[in-house]
């Protein structure tokens, strides 16, 4: 368990660097109109690994502790919904139903990301994704932090 505790907070540690060069790229974007296209693929792209990294958080506590692994076109969604339940005697839910839904959206963010050229991204649909990363993301870090917790203690329940 001390491996998927260890992976967690790689993870977080990561993403913590990500939701600032989001930001940063933002301020590139506003500082500079004329080269604003590049920023905006960056904060694009920011975006896409933001959700990214959660999920591959919520991939290696799936393949751990539950009975099955979402499959099918709507995995990813699943696996989001799947978070937020309880697995009764193995694990909790690991995301609230208020982060589940504010994950949700980056979500969705990165579907189209990964079905569009950059070029036909929204300025202004990314300036609100930005302003809303902060919240998702301490929601987000303070549901897995939580969690990580109970692995930890868990793991150190074992070793006593």
């Known amino acids: 368990m001390l ?17 600032r060069l989001a930001d940063k790229a933002w301020q590139g ?8 296209r590049h920023f905006l693929d960056s904060l694009a792209l920011n975006f896409h690994g933001f ?23 709507r995995w ?19 995301l609230s139903t208020e982060t ?8 969705a963010f990165r579907h189209r990301v990964r079905n569009l050229y950059t070029f036909n991204l929204d300025a202004e649909r990314l300036r609100i ?7 998702a993301w301490f ?5 897995l932090e939580t969690f990580n917790s109970l692995l930890r203690q868990a793991a150190s329940d ?3």
């Open 3 to 19: 491996d998927l505790h260890h992976r967690i907070e790689n993870e977080l540690d990561d993403l913590e660097r990500i939701v």
């Open 29 to 36: 974007a506003r500082r500079y109109p004329d080269e604003q």
């Open 51 to 73: 959700y990214h990294g959660l999920e591959r958080i919520f991939e290696a506590i799936s393949r751990r502790f539950d009975p099955v692994f979402p499959s099918g076109e």
């Open 76 to 94: 990813h969604s699943d696996l989001l919904k799947q978070m937020g339940q309880e697995i009764p005697g193995v694990r909790p839910a690991v």
């Open 100 to 107: 589940i839904g504010k994950l949700d959206e980056f979500l």
């Open 129 to 135: 994704l930005l302003q809303r990363l902060p919240d």
């Open 139 to 143: 929601s987000a870090k303070t549901d």
């Open 158 to 160: 074992k070793n006593e």
